[in-house]
T-cell receptor
């Protein structure tokens, strides 16, 4: 079993839709949870960074962490064609080398 | 504030050769991490440097080595290149201590 599981999609939605992206993980010691957006042939761009459980909102983006279920989500409201990218979840332990463990990424296309 | 930069952008090498990739960390950041991203996969942690010392290593063979310099820039060296080393190599910098990691644009290495 991989440490972080993420459905690679692809996911295709119409402009304005609410998008839900998810990851599950197996290591209950993970404490920091991140979502990165990666456009084709570019480096990942940090979208959301949360510590432990709970919700965090930033504009059209909401990140949720449920540590009891080992499940994290990213919601995108009013999706735009410019949101078309691959979304990567990542997580890490507290302390140590700060190694990020990534999911495989979900490829999202928002159609105008 | 200057972001993370990497050089070169693209590189083509022959199996068995050696390669050096370079990374300049974001201004003020003292920690650099290197990741390998194969096509269609999430980034995989190679190693991290904190204040010029290796601070954690992923499941990569010793022919992957690195350096961090007093100005916190870093190099990734790969010896005896193999075809499977073809990937996007990403550098991420942070302030350490649990802070966010910011990625550069990556170096795309092709081994023929």
């Amino acid at each position: 079993q991989k440490e972080v599981e993420q459905d690679p999609g692809p996911l295709s939605v119409p402009e304005g839709a609410i998008v839900s992206l998810n990851c599950t993980y197996s290591n209950s010691a993970f404490q920091y949870f991140m979502w990165y957006r990666q456009y084709s042939r570019k480096g990942p761009e940090l979208l959301m960074y949360t510590y432990s459980s709970g919700n965090k909102e930033d504009g059209r983006f909401t990140a949720q962490v449920d540590k009891s279920s080992k499940y994290i989500s990213l919601f995108i409201r009013d999706s735009q064609p410019s949101d078309s990218a691959t979304y990567l979840c990542a997580m890490r332990l507290q302390g140590g080398s700060e190694k990020l463990v990534f999911g495989k990424g979900t490829k999202l296309t928002v159609n105008p | 504030e200057t972001g993370v930069t990497q050089s070169p952008t693209h590189l083509i090498k022959t199996r068995g050769q050696q390669v050096t990739l370079r990374c300049s960390s974001q201004s003020g950041h003292n920690t650099v991490s290197w990741y390998q991203q194969a096509l269609g996969q999430g980034p995989q942690f190679i190693f991290q440097y904190y204040r010029e010392e290796e601070n954690g290593r992923g499941n990569f063979p010793p022919r992957f080595s690195g350096l961090q310099f007093p100005n916190y820039s870093s190099e990734l060296n790969v010896n005896a290149l193999e075809l499977d080393d073809s990937a996007l190599y990403l550098c991420a910098s942070s302030l350490g201590g649990g802070n966010e990691q910011y990625f550069g644009p990556g170096t795309r290495l092709t081994v023929t």
